[in-house]
């Protein structure tokens, strides 16, 4: 690694999250440079596509301050210079994940090393909920159903990338984040999508206290031959729920570490969900904890306002409920906490409307929430004005916080910066961090600039914002 892209990491550092820089910025690599570009390198397409979309210009804008010189940027996929690693071959160039989209793993799933596209997979079984079932899954849980929003998608695109390629790319994947985010959901994802292409694979579906659970019984039972060879034999892919269980369970950890070592060496896919980050579990061991970080640590976060309405609206059409425009959005607008309620709330909600034979009515919508104290008085936030702003403009909310500079970005969320610091309390560092990281001095500019036109009387700019205003004051 060169010194430049040394010192670079070590501005990005400053920049953007730790959680972030330890994703992503310590999984590139420098490869080689030119006059004018440096050449980086990451694990796969995937990775590619979310770094061009996120991180291109924060990078070059490192390169330049500290080289003193504009610095290109190209990112290519491991391997792909040399011919020295494992080809990533047929992944075809995946749709930088962006804004609000339907997750859809099929079609090029598994597709096996020389076969061109999808013809190969076998046909599904006629048991194949059996399949599922067998293998601990809740066919629910598929790609499929689950919405992908800026909250999700970093560790959506991980789980599908797993589930194309286990045990390849990114092992173990730790998913962390609250509780009713959607880490078991995704987790169980993976393996319904392996077992679609490989029927065959062996995934061992359980939760911490479930292992626990079967060690305990197979030390009773002094039957540890036939409790190894589960785990450590027969299985390909494991997926364990909710590891954080395990924290301050010594005898299981120590036939954890076994089981994780064992696994990890023969090249099976391990994925672990969690509701803290490996740093902050209490009562693991250190070579655990470090362990779950070899790999890839994907978090989830509560879901934005356009990805609530977006769930409520896949929810409502799943389950057959009847959900008309404004009831969705008071939903959306009211319940924010976590999907698992926001869920709950529908399907309540559509229950009493069957039952009354009515569709849902607002006032229905209305009272529920009282009743459950959900608050719906539309405050203002920098939430709020960001979905605001994104839809009267037609770009998304990662859009606005995200870091591409188009005029048909900068614009509205240089106008959403404005409204922001005039109608809610944050300071501009407060602001800079919830666009997205930025500096405060990005939002200070912003708020500057809208100041100065609306002072010289800039026609479309006073319209601009009297027209959010507007919708703010509803
Ligand atoms: P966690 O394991 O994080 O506590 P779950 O995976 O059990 O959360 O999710 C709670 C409920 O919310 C499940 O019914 C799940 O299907 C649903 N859910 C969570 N996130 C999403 C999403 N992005 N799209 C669709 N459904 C979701
Ligand atoms: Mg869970």
Redesign the pocket.
């Known amino acids: 690694m060169t010194d430049l892209w040394q010192a670079a990491l070590g501005d990005l550092e400053t920049k953007v999250s730790a959680h972030n820089f330890e994703s992503w910025f310590k999984n590139i690599n420098f490869h080689h440079q030119d006059a004018t570009t440096a050449h980086l390198e990451v694990a796969d397409e995937f990775f590619k596509a979310w770094i061009e979309e996120n991180y291109l210009d924060l990078i070059e804008e490192s390169l330049r301050s500290v080289s003193g010189k504009p610095i290109g940027v190209v990112i290519g996929i491991r391997g792909a210079y040399s011919g020295a690693d494992e080809p990533l071959g047929d992944t075809p160039g995946p749709q930088p994940p962006r804004g609000i989209q339907r997750a859809d793993a099929q079609g090029d799933m598994f597709a096996p090393e020389g076969s061109e596209e999808d013809e190969s997979v076998p046909a599904r079984p006629i048991d194949f909920n059996q399949l599922v079932f067998d293998a601990g899954l809740n066919p629910?849980?598929t790609f499929d159903?689950?919405?992908?929003?800026p909250s999700?998608q970093f560790t959506h695109a991980a789980c599908v990338s797993i589930a194309r390629n286990p045990g390849k790319n990114y092992n173990p994947l730790f998913i962390f984040?609250?509780?009713?985010?959607?880490?078991?959901?995704?987790l169980h994802a993976v393996g319904i999508e392996i077992l679609r292409k490989r029927p065959d694979a062996r995934i061992v579906t359980l939760s911490s206290e479930e292992f626990m659970n079967q060690l305990i019984t197979s030390l009773r039972q002094k039957d540890m031959n036939s409790f190894r060879d589960h785990f450590r034999d027969k299985c390909d892919v494991i997926l364990i729920?909710d590891i954080q269980f395990i924290g301050g369970k010594d005898s299981t950890q120590e036939e954890f570490f076994h089981t994780f070592n064992a696994l990890y060496h023969s090249g099976k896919q391990i994925v672990m969900?969690s509701d803290k980050s490996p740093k902050e579990l209490p009562g693991v061991e250190e070579r655990l904890r470090s362990r779950f970080s070899w790999g890839l640590i994907a978090d989830?976060q509560p879901?934005e306002m356009e990805?609530r309405l977006a769930?409520l609206k896949?929810?409502a059409e799943t389950d057959g409920i009847d959900l008309a425009d404004d009831v969705g959005l008071l939903l959306a607008i009211s319940v924010r906490s976590?999907?698992?309620e926001l869920?709950g709330t529908l399907v309540r909600l559509g229950a009493q409307a069957e039952f009354m034979r009515t569709p849902i009515t607002i006032e229905m919508a209305r009272e529920y929430l009282t009743r459950m104290n959900f608050d719906q008085s539309r405050q203002i936030t920098v939430d709020r004005i960001i979905a605001l702003v994104s839809e009267k403009f037609g770009i998304t909310s990662a859009d606005i916080k995200g870091s591409r500079r188009t005029r048909a970005i900068s614009e509205p969320r240089q106008l959403a910066m404005f409204l922001s610091r005039k109608h809610t309390d944050h300071s501009y560092p407060e602001l800079g961090r919830k666009f997205g990281g930025k500096d405060h001095t990005t939002v200070l500019a912003a708020c500057r600039k809208l100041e100065r036109l609306l002072k010289e009387n800039d026609a479309t700019t006073i319209s601009k914002v009297r027209d959010i205003e507007q919708l703010l004051e509803r």
């Open positions: 629910r849980y159903e689950f919405v992908v929003g999700n984040g609250g509780v009713g985010l959607g880490k078991t959901h995704l729920d969900t989830v879901p990805t769930i896949k929810k976590n999907v698992r869920e």
